[in-house]
């Protein structure tokens, strides 16, 4: 089997590109595969310092309560993705399941 090669120098740089926008955003790289273009990123579950938010919740007269379940609903998973190339030499991003 042949080791897979970047059709073009712009679809490797593309690539680069996303990662390194990835890692800027917290991700940490979880598996990588030289041979076949991927890499596995991994963000942990942010812990939300709920006393905080329960003060705000209350200095607001409530209206913080939307604002602190919209983070509780984004925060609460460990997020997971996937960037790779094709063969075609697209690369694309796709959400992989978590445990």
Known sequence: MESYQFTTEKDFAKFQKILSTKIQNGFVITERNDKLPYVVLTKEKKQIDSSFHLFLVFATI???????????????????????VDEDGNVFEEKCLSK
């Open 62 to 84: 409530g209206l913080w309560s939307f604002i602190w379940l919209y983070l509780i609903i984004r925060y609460k998973k460990t997020k997971n993705i996937l960037v790779a």
